[in-house]
């Protein structure tokens, strides 16, 4: 565990190098993760910058992770203006998670995991670091994340298509290796470019309320995904609740979006996935 917290007080950005300090970590406990949001859209031409560590993680390895953090000193996140001491029972900080009103960019996360860095001696630089932050695969409308070391050959097909929906980073063209740390990040996950748009637009259609923080940021990724391929293209590999959902969000990029029809989409969509 010493050499974990060593690892975990390296982090001092969102970058790729960093990112995979915290994936290797939670590896090395069990728990697979993958690249997600901006960090993951970096590699798919997305043009935002990262801010914070966004990861994707299977929903039962969730209490396993904020075990694993704090243990090496990250802090579960809470609003500053919190009357309540800072949780440390997973279960607890979730429930009280629903009602935390943030007032900086928390704002924009849904209600998911966030958790502060350990913190340094230099208080300037504490409040530079970026925050991790750990969505649960399903609640984002992804394929569970598989192990990093799966084998394709022998896993079985529920698996397969989880291994099937994240691709590599030592497959992309965007890996950077002039910090020697090419087999760090190459053991690194992101969803494919297909399976992270539909799960941004699963966010939209599900989760966020139009016109609040989130709902801003999850359509700024989006749009910026958009951009980075040509929309004919990207059609063809969506289902037509999804073709529809992109259809009106083209129309919104340029202004001419009808929201009564984003209503009907969103409660189509909400009907769709209820068992």
């Known amino acids: ?58 929903e039962e390895d969730q209490s396993r992770a904020f075990d694993l953090l704090t243990a090496q000193g990250a802090l579960p996140m809470v609003p500053v203006n919190s009357i309540t001491e800072r949780p440390t029972d997973f279960n607890q900080w979730r429930q009280l998670a629903k009602s935390y009103q943030y007032f900086d960019r928390c704002r924009t996360r849904l209600s998911t995991p966030i958790y502060q860095l350990p913190p340094t001696e230099d208080a300037l630089d504490d409040m530079l670091l970026p925050f991790v932050v750990l969505y649960s695969a399903e609640s984002v409308g992804l394929p569970p994340v598989p192990s990093v070391k799966s084998d394709k050959q022998t896993l079985p097909s529920k698996t397969m298509a989880s291994t099937n929906a994240y691709v590599s980073l030592s497959t992309l063209s965007s890996l950077d290796t002039a910090q020697g740390t090419t087999q760090r990040n190459g ?19 599900s989760h966020a309320e139009f016109h609040s923080p989130v709902w801003g940021q999850h359509m700024a990724q989006l749009s910026e995904l958009i951009n980075s391929r040509d929309p004919g293209d990207l059609s063809l590999d969506l289902s037509p609740r999804y073709a529809d959902f992109l259809e009106w969000v083209l129309l919104s990029m340029k202004g001419d979006a009808d929201y009564a029809e984003l209503d009907g989409l969103k409660e189509s969509y909400r009907q769709e996935q209820l068992p």
């Open 1 to 58: 565990m010493a050499a974990q917290q060593k690892q975990i007080a390296l982090v001092r950005d969102a970058g790729t190098k960093d990112v995979a300090v915290v994936i290797s970590t939670l590896a090395e406990y069990g728990i697979p993760s993958a690249m997600y949001g901006v960090n993951a859209a970096t590699h798919h031409n997305g043009g935002l910058c990262p801010l914070d560590i966004e990861l994707v993680v299977n």
């Open 187 to 205: 053991s690194c996950l992101i969803p494919t470019f297909s399976k992270l748009v539909k799960s941004e637009m699963h966010i939209l259609l």
